[in-house]
């Protein structure tokens, strides 16, 4: 009987906290209103023009062989069967990779996310992008290794929430619905 009491409060704790509201905070990362890159259709812009309700930045390459095309599969996934949310969600993938990949290359690599928008430059100027979001990458034994979150915008380029790129699509789903109210 001891034990029965404790019971009810533990499975409302839980419920609560599987529908707790998520608790955003404009931190002091996020793009600068100077930063210009290289878009995947060729053109020299800043992504900032890019951003709608819900923006999510990601840092990653095309020949990525693992986090990468398992983190945009997790985002598609949270998002597949929900077009309201895709109408009102801009992805920004920034290309680490700058020695190797053209706008033509994320192009081809984002065409199945309509709300995706991809990016690279020079070294400098992913160095900077990357800085302002407390990031990073480098090339280790031939390797090229990077930052494995995923950064949520508001509308201003500001982050007000960090995911993992280990967060589960239910996570991410959340977060995305939550950011879009």
């Known amino acids: 009987m001891k034990n029965r009491r404790w019971a009810l409060p533990l499975v409302l704790l839980f419920v609560a906290a599987c529908n707790s509201k998520l608790r955003f905070q404009e931190l002091p990362l996020g793009l600068k209103a100077d930063t210009v890159l290289v878009s995947h259709d060729g053109q020299r812009t800043n992504p900032k023009q890019f951003l709608k309700e819900v923006n999510l930045l990601f840092f990653g390459y095309t020949r990525c062989p693992d986090f990468?095309?398992?983190?945009?599969?997790?985002?598609?996934?949270?998002?597949?069967?929900?077009?309201?949310?895709?109408?009102?969600?801009?992805?920004?993938?920034?290309?680490?990779?700058?020695?190797?990949?053209?706008?033509?290359?994320?192009?081809?690599?984002?065409?199945?996310f309509p709300?995706?928008?991809?990016?690279?430059?020079?070294?400098?100027?992913?160095?900077?992008v990357e800085k302002a979001f407390g990031a990073y990458s480098k090339t280790e034994q031939g390797k090229l290794s990077h930052s494995l979150y995923l950064y949520l915008l508001n509308r201003e380029g500001k982050v007000i929430y960090l995911l993992r790129h280990d967060d589960n699509v239910a996570k991410i789903r959340e977060a995305l619905r939550q950011a879009a109210l």
């Open 68 to 112: 990468c095309p398992m983190t945009l599969h997790k985002i598609h996934s949270a998002v597949a069967n929900d077009n309201e949310l895709q109408q009102k969600l801009a992805l920004l993938f920034i290309s680490v990779d700058h020695a190797n990949e053209k706008p033509a290359d994320l192009a081809t690599y984002l065409r199945v």
């Open 115 to 128: 709300y995706a928008r991809g990016f690279t430059g020079s070294r400098e100027e992913i160095a900077a």
